[in-house]
Nanobody, 123 residues
Framework: QVQLVESGGGLVQTGGSLRLFCVAS????????MGWFRQAPGKEREFVAA????????NYADSVKGRFIISRDNAKKTVYLQMNSLEAEELAVYFC????????????????WGPGTQVTVPS
């Protein structure tokens, strides 16, 4: 059973940076894709970034390209999301997700989800 726990959320000023963590227990195969999603108040959940567990291939939403970096540490079973130049509208709950395979597409077809971590960016 895969379990995901996010951390690292908090309050950050506009233009600031924050690093999110996702510890993934139960991931026994290298053929996993790890994704980050976010859901702002009153909006639908949206794709942010994804990384393949084995090769570290990545994909990003256009809105975060050049500002966010997704990475993973296989030994620590941890996926990171480095967020830079944060904007007020990026206030949201950020979720970590996992699925088997290698598809990095921005869809929501992930089997495992964490409870989320709140990122607050005051306007």
């Amino acid at each position: 059973q895969v379990q995901l726990v996010e951390s690292g959320g908090g309050l950050v000023q506009t233009g600031g940076s924050l690093r999110l963590f996702c510890v993934a227990s139960g991931v026994t195969s290298s053929t996993y894709v790890m994704g980050w999603f976010r859901q702002a108040p009153g909006k639908e959940r949206e794709f942010v970034a994804a990384v393949t567990w084995n090769l570290g291939n990545t994909n990003y939403a256009d809105s975060v390209k050049g500002r966010f970096i997704i990475s993973r540490d296989n030994a620590k079973k941890t996926v990171y999301l480095q967020m830079n130049s944060l904007e007020a509208e990026e206030l949201a709950v950020y979720f970590c997700a996992a699925r088997t395979g290698c598809g990095l597409g921005p869809d929501m077809n992930y089997k495992y989800w964490g409870p989320g971590t709140q990122v607050t960016v005051p306007s």
